[in-house]
């Protein structure tokens, strides 16, 4: 097996390579002045099975293009099975069309995706499409592994005591009821209306939290309104200590110092940042050993 570091995921490809003895290289990309960019192999890969990471965040059409150029060279050059890890797929919060004309982007992108043998994503945003192959057809290869695990043993380490498990919104039970369940505490989950894409409206918090350590869990923070909202919420409430735990953290447009006004911020690191604490390289090594 041949792991293939692209840029957006160099060291969380290069743990996942060490935790497997696996040969590891970074993908040679060159960028043009005018924005073209060209990608390398690093090494051979005929008869080979290569592994591609790459998570989506900064310039993620650019990511996109240099994972589907290094991918379709691969082919090209021989490579016996193709399989991508993304550990933070993008554009799956586009999944249907919220008014008429608009592009299902996440269609499209799974689409596009189609010259690998097997995809693996880490907490993919399946919300209104619960399931990864129902998003098209060729995502019956992809398999979804999931970072709750890591984020209730990180919380456990904390000893908190008595502390309570908070969803900003109804799809949030799946990353946040998943981790109340290990750690077997009570979780509230919130409703939330999203009225743009930097203004949502979260319902009131109406459980007694006062004087109790607020863990708030999410799938993604990316302008951090949504956190912002709860966060606020959460201190009027008096709560004692207030994290903040997200899978993928975009932490987009200044977000990070916002929230962190309020609360401790904590990331997996699907995306790479100084608050990205919650080790998934092992979640990623299991499943590869199965592919
Ligand atoms: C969408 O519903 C997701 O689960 C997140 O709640 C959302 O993407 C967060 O976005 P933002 O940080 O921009 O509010």
């Known amino acids: 097996m041949l792991i293939i570091g692209c840029s957006g995921s160099r060291e969380l490809a290069r743990k996942v390579a060490k935790k497997l003895h696996a040969e590891y290289s ?34 993620i059409n650019d990511k996109l293009i240099e994972l589907l150029f290094a991918a379709h060279t691969a082919r090209e050059l021989g490579a016996k099975k193709l399989i991508l890890v993304a550990p933070y797929l993008a554009y799956f919060r586009q999944d249907k069309r919220f008014k008429e004309r608009e592009s299902i982007s996440a269609n499209i992108v799974a689409k596009f995706l189609a010259v690998f043998d097997k995809i693996l994503v880490v907490d993919p ?7 990864l192959k129902k998003l098209a057809d060729f995502f019956a290869k992809g398999i979804r592994l999931s970072a709750v695990k890591e984020i209730a043993n990180y919380i456990k380490k904390l000893k908190l005591g008595d ?30 209306k999203r009225l743009g894409s930097r203004k949502v409206k979260i319902s009131a918090l109406k459980a007694d939290i006062k ?42 447009e200044g977000a990070l110092k916002k929230i962190q006004k309020y609360a401790k ?3 997996c690191n699907t995306i790479p940042s100084k608050v990205a604490r919650i080790d998934v390289s092992g979640v990623i090594a299991d499943a590869l050993k199965r592919c």
């Open 26 to 59: 970074n993908l040679i990309v060159e960028k043009f002045p005018d924005n073209e960019i060209k990608i390398r192999l690093p090494r051979d890969v005929a008869n080979r099975k290569v592994v591609l990471i790459q998570s989506f965040y900064g310039s």
């Open 125 to 131: 945003h399946l919300h209104r499409i619960k399931r």
């Open 163 to 192: 502390c309570v498990i908070i969803g900003p919104d109804e799809e949030s039970k799946q990353w946040a009821g998943g981790v109340a369940k290990l750690l077997r505490k009570k979780v509230v989950l919130l409703l939330k």
């Open 211 to 252: 004087g109790k350590n607020a863990i708030i869990v999410d799938d993604i923070i990316s302008t951090g309104r949504t956190m912002l909202d709860v966060v606020k919420k959460v201190k009027a409430a008096k709560a004692k200590e207030i994290f903040c735990i997200a899978i993928h953290g975009i932490f987009a």
């Open 265 to 267: 911020v904590i990331s």
